[in-house]
């Protein structure tokens, strides 16, 4: 993948990406199913980014670059699926093989719809293109066969019902994302579990260099960029295998290190909180009784 100094070139609708990549305009203006085996690149004309102003699901044959982590990290070889919201930065990479469909929707084409209240429900499109949904063969099948559906639905005559019935089958491709995340969740257990290994050994270790001081508290995007992950991704994951999202899993580590240093060193309340990198030692208050449900200082008393 290809990186570049220059803007991100901006492209604000759909009719204007499918002239960049030599397509005839879209059959309605605000979501459009191109075929990527008929996409002709002008090489010469593409830039190196985009930003664009709609979503945009693509299906992409070869994983080129995939990460592993830990032992016993397998993934299916039929492709995966990369989710793109409006507003990311997408490289271009002429070296992507690409196969089946992609789906550009402007969340205009959302709106006064459920879907469109719901979309933040389907954290996958904040996730890294590293991050992409991996698929079996049967679900590289039902997830191609709805494209499908939409691509008919819109060559057919528009209609009263036409709208309905395309948000209807991008609610059920969606739907379907989240279901095999989760499952990809649980067959990369043996890998996830080693990042959770390395999570607990940075925080451990931005406590022991007492970084707080400096840096602040921890945060869900410092963690992630250690781990070459997206903050969602890791809040997912970590959700999956604890039952805490990232921000839920840092507050626990805070207050356990905090207890740690109330049982076993006469500092503070005060010096603890900027420590741990609090800025205030109220916020540190704060959050330490919604853990405990006692102060610092009560859960200190409690030891002597």
Do not use: C, W
């Amino acid at each position: 993948m290809k990186k570049t100094s220059q803007a991100p070139v901006s492209i604000h609708s759909i009719s204007e990406l499918h002239k960049l990549m030599g397509l005839r305009g879209p059959a309605h203006p605000m979501i459009s199913l191109v075929d990527n085996t008929r996409v002709e690149i002008n090489m010469d004309t593409m830039p190196d980014s985009f930003v664009l102003d709609f979503y945009k699901i693509s299906y992409k044959k070869t994983m080129n670059g995939r990460i592993g982590y830990g032992q016993g990290y397998y993934d299916f070889d039929e492709g995966g699926l990369i989710f793109t919201a409006p507003h990311q930065v997408i490289y271009f990479d002429s070296d992507v093989e690409y196969y089946g469909f992609s789906i550009l929707f402007h969340p205009d084409f959302l709106r006064n719809y459920p879907l469109g209240k719901n979309m933040n429900k389907y954290g996958f499109f904040s996730y890294d293109t590293r991050e992409a949904l991996h698929l079996s063969e049967k679900e590289k099948t039902i997830m191609l066969n709805i494209m499908e559906q939409i691509g008919a639905e819109l060559e057919t005559n528009i209609d009263d019902f036409s709208q309905d019935v395309i948000i209807s089958y991008l609610e059920v491709l969606l739907n379907y994302s989240n279901r095999f995340y989760k499952r990809q969740f649980i067959t990369r257990k043996a890998a996830n579990h080693d990042l959770l290994a390395r999570l607990e050994e940075l925080l451990a270790a931005y406590f022991e260099q007492r970084q707080g001081l400096q840096a602040g508290l921890p945060t869900v995007e410092y963690l992630a960029g250690q781990l070459n992950l997206s903050p969602r991704y890791l809040s997912d994951m970590l959700r999956s295998l604890t039952g805490q999202s990232a921000q839920q899993h840092i507050h626990q580590k805070l207050i356990d290190k905090a207890k740690e240093y109330l049982t076993t060193t006469g500092l503070s309340v005060s010096e603890i909180a900027y420590l741990l990198g609090f800025e205030r030692p109220q916020s540190f208050n704060k959050l330490f009784r919604k853990k405990t449900d006692l102060s610092p200082l009560e859960f200190k008393q409690s030891f002597n």
